[in-house]
């Protein structure tokens, strides 16, 4: 394993996760040996503007049972089991840190939704898979940590079928300057590589795919995160929440990324394209 792999891995590795999992949605009243994917929402949406930005991204997909969905990048599996318990489709994630492949399939399981979902320890620059494996490729805030965009992309781009889909929620760079550290996806610069949303875009068409819808949600995801925030501010916070993944230093992450966000540092771009 790579040096880089091996950083990106140290930075999100919590150590006993789905014990820590388990422990808070037990405090949060749900009964841990028969969970609703519902019951994990506000921890399974670990993107900006969470569950409702996968809900968006998913109508856009015109997604249905048939579809075979790669999910890259898929954390703790919360993205598969939503696409995979709303439309009934069978979802693959990899995910570069073992732990979450881990936790993911433990959650499934007690979801009901091991058959329909699928998780592997893998580096999105050398998908496990054929070519033409997938009809949709789906990916929420990775390429963040991917200085290797061209492989990224391309891969993505091999293991499609022609006509299919690659549908992305994620976080590029401003033009404001680099962002403040630390932010959920790197305590510093050294495991970021944001590139500005116009060079993303020419690379995807030099890979031969075609823009079916491109939206800017920057303004949304800024009104979420200070909404967010107050609410911690006043209520506190819940047992069940993102800061479990992001370590003690979370409420420093959150208030960069709300920083960088109203400073133009960072953008947030939700696309779809099709081979």
């Given at each position: ?121 893998a580096s999105a620059l050398e998908l496990p898979y054929p070519d033409a494996s997938f009809d949709l490729a789906w990916t929420e805030h990775v390429q963040m940590n ?49 590139e500005a949303p116009e060079e993303v875009a020419r690379l995807l068409q030099s890979l031969g795919l075609r823009r079916r819808h491109w939206e800017d949600v920057t303004a949304k995801s800024l009104a979420w995160f ?50």
């Open positions: 394993m790579s040096a880089a792999h091996q950083a990106v891995i140290s930075h999100y590795g919590v150590g006993d996760l789905g014990t820590r999992i388990l422990e808070a949605l037990r405090a949060a009243g749900k009964d841990i040996e028969h969970l609703a994917p519902g019951d994990l929402a506000p921890l399974d949406a670990f993107h900006i503007r969470g569950r409702d930005a996968s809900r968006e991204l998913a109508v856009l997909a015109q997604l249905d049972a048939t579809h075979r969905v790669l999910d890259i990048g898929s954390g703790i599996g919360g993205s598969a089991r939503y696409l995979a318990a709303e439309y009934g489709c069978h979802v693959t994630g990899i995910d570069l840190t073992e732990e979450y492949c881990r936790v993911a399939t433990l959650l499934s399981e007690r979801c009901g939704l091991a058959a329909r979902t699928a998780f592997r320890a991917v200085a290797d965009k061209a492989r990224f992309y391309g891969e993505i781009r091999r293991v499609l079928v022609p006509g299919g889909k690659l549908l992305f929620h994620d976080v590029f760079r401003g033009p404001a300057g680099e962002p403040y550290f630390p932010v959920p996806w790197a305590g510093d610069a050294s495991i970021s590589h944001l200070r909404a967010l925030l107050e609410r911690f501010a006043t209520r506190g916070r819940p047992p069940l929440g993102l800061h479990l993944l992001m370590g003690a230093d979370a409420s420093q992450k959150f208030e960069n990324l709300v920083r960088n966000l109203d400073e133009a540092r960072i953008v947030v771009v939700q696309a779809v394209y099709e081979t």
